[in-house]
């Protein structure tokens, strides 16, 4: 009688969490992508005060998407050869090149006005600014293999004006995410590294977690979770504790592929 | 590995190389190119991340955009796979996704993932896509309009490769 009972409770317990969970798929119809969403330090496509920024290899392009279904082509700024990822902050964007890094101001007008040019040696680089500061990671990349492997921290305190403030030795460093007083960088096959920056010129390695095969990361600092995308996959991690991460799930990619 | 190297600068590539490493063209027919809405597929080759709300999308390269319902980051839950041959970078604003697609810039409607809808294709905003990879001093097939849209490139070895960049 007691198994009979037994099953009887845990059968009901299994109609109930199944009732649960149907109830969860039936309304997966629709979903809220309303506002402007954020994309990781290696994206190409920006929005800045209602204007859609794109970078293509030579070139930066204003669309006005006032009408969100058919955006408008209204300015196409040439930079250099060799452009790579833009990344917004307050009225600026920072754009990657191969041969440096740009600063754009659209505080008066949706076409961006040159500011300021921080060359480099070739290589291949996004940015990441937070405050005064700027990080950008320079990468030996395929075309260039004598290229250096270093993270550059500069003021941009006169944007018209940036300054090397340090240089940090990397492996093969990709995208990167700044949350507070903690810097995420990509180092491609040789994992992923954590580094204080509560001192912003002078950032310092806390952790590096080999395992982890990293191309870009996303901070999202409200919840203190990190999204990383890598060949293996993208992997999420609490970082409440930045001295330990905390793996909160992963979703597999498809085996023997390569980045 | 590359073989090109920034100290080794050669102007005029020799065109009399029997193998060498390069690019090819991956191509994509006209069926292929069609924006849709799919089921839940597995990630095979992870690009680009984005989060909006409490979704977090995921470019896997050339092939379209999976969706997870993020709200539990500890368990995400993958909800449909967006089908857009030739994708490497997205924005969304509004329930308006801005993708690309080779040479194309699309504004899609996925505010029901299930069945999205292309609002429109303003073309040509990535003018250089088609034509060669992004990869500077290297050689490479050149496209062959009859076998279809190019979509991206992939390393491959080639033989008396008659185009470099």
């Known amino acids: 009688m007691k198994n009979i009972k037994g099953l009887t409770i845990l059968l009901l317990a299994m109609l109930a969490i199944a009732f649960f969970f149907s109830g969860c798929n039936s309304d997966s119809e629709g979903i809220d992508t309303s506002g402007e969403g954020k994309g990781g330090s290696m994206a190409r496509f920006t929005f800045l005060k209602g204007y859609l920024y794109i970078v293509e290899e030579s070139s930066l392009k204003t669309f006005d998407i006032s009408n969100p279904d058919n955006p408008n082509l209204i300015g196409t700024t040439e930079i250099n050869a060799g452009v790579e990822t833009i990344f917004p902050y307050e009225n600026y964007l920072f754009i990657g090149t191969k041969w440096g890094m740009y600063i754009y101001s659209v505080e008066d007008n949706p076409i961006p006005v040159f500011l300021s040019n921080f060359q480099h040696s070739y290589s ?17 990349g395929t075309t260039c293999q004598s290229g250096p492997n270093r993270m550059e921290v500069v003021d941009v305190t006169d944007l018209g004006n ?49 395992s982890i095969p990293s191309y870009d990361v996303i901070a999202n600092y409200g919840r203190k979770e990190l999204i990383v995308t890598g060949k293996e996959g ?11 991460l905390k793996q909160l799930s992963k979703i597999l990619s498809l085996p023997g592929n390569d980045e | 590995m590359a073989l090109t190297a920034c100290d080794t600068w050669e102007p005029v590539p020799s065109f009399d190389v029997a193998q060498v490493e390069g690019f090819r063209p991956i191509y994509a027919t ?9 089921t839940a597929q597995e ?10 709300n409490e979704y977090l999308l995921v470019v896997d390269r050339l092939k379209g955009i ?12 993958n909800i449909g796979f967006i089908q857009i041959a030739g994708s490497n970078d997205i ?10 697609q080779a040479r194309d810039l699309l504004a899609i409607d996925i505010s029901n993932p299930a069945n999205v809808q292309l609002a429109s294709r303003v073309k040509n905003v990535f003018p250089f896509a088609s034509q ?34």
């Open chain 1, 162 to 210: 940036p300054t090397l403030l340090n240089t940090v030795d990397m492996l093969n460093p990709h995208g990167l995410a700044v949350s507070d007083t903690v810097l995420f960088v990509c180092e491609g096959d040789y994992g992923l590294k954590v580094f204080n920056i509560k001192q912003k010129s002078d950032p310092v390695l806390i952790a590096h977690h080999d």
């Open chain 2, 43 to 52: 990630i095979e080759n992870p690009g680009k991340i984005y989060v909006i």
């Open chain 1, 124 to 140: 291949c680089d996004p940015v990441v600014v937070s405050g005064n500061t700027a990080y950008v990671t320079l990468r030996n």
């Open chain 2, 30 to 38: 006209e069926s292929e190119i069609e924006i849709k809405s799919l």
């Open chain 2, 132 to 165: 060669h990879p992004q990869e500077e001093n290297t050689y490479y097939e050149c496209p062959d309009s009859a076998k279809g849209v190019v979509i991206g490139w992939e390393r491959a070895t080639l033989n008396y490769p008659e185009c470099y960049h």
């Open chain 2, 66 to 77: 999976h969706v997870f319902d993020n709200t539990h980051s500890e368990n995400p839950q």
């Open chain 1, 234 to 244: 993208v992997f999420q991690y609490d970082f409440s504790n930045p001295y330990e």
């Open chain 2, 91 to 100: 924005a969304i604003r509004n329930n308006i996704l801005y993708v690309d």
